[in-house]
């Protein structure tokens, strides 16, 4: 779970982003070993966020502008 620092404020989250919510937020945060990225569901900020390294966050970041998580069509 994150620390202070990014529990009330530093979420960020597209400009292009409805007023609704309904985006992904992500913030910066410190822990002792470095620094970690954090991801939550905006609709639920208090349901928790995942937190990554750096890496893994560029490895996921990576991984999603390829199209390597998109959905299969329905009822293809």
């Known amino acids: 779970m ?6 009330g404020h530093g979420w ?5 982003c409805q007023t609704n919510n309904g985006c992904v ?3 910066r ?3 002792p070993t470095g620094p970690l ?3 939550r569901d905006g609709t639920l900020p208090a349901a928790g966020a995942l937190v ?3 890496g893994a966050w560029r ?5 999603l502008k390829a199209g390597d998580s998109d959905m299969p069509e329905r009822g293809a």
Do not use: K, N
């Open 29 to 31: 945060a410190e822990a």
């Open 12 to 16: 960020r989250r597209s400009r292009r």
């Open 37 to 39: 990225i954090a991801i």
């Open 52 to 54: 990554l390294e750096p």
């Open 25 to 27: 937020e992500v913030a």
């Open 59 to 63: 490895a996921l970041l990576h991984r």
């Open 2 to 7: 994150l620390t202070d620092g990014t529990s």
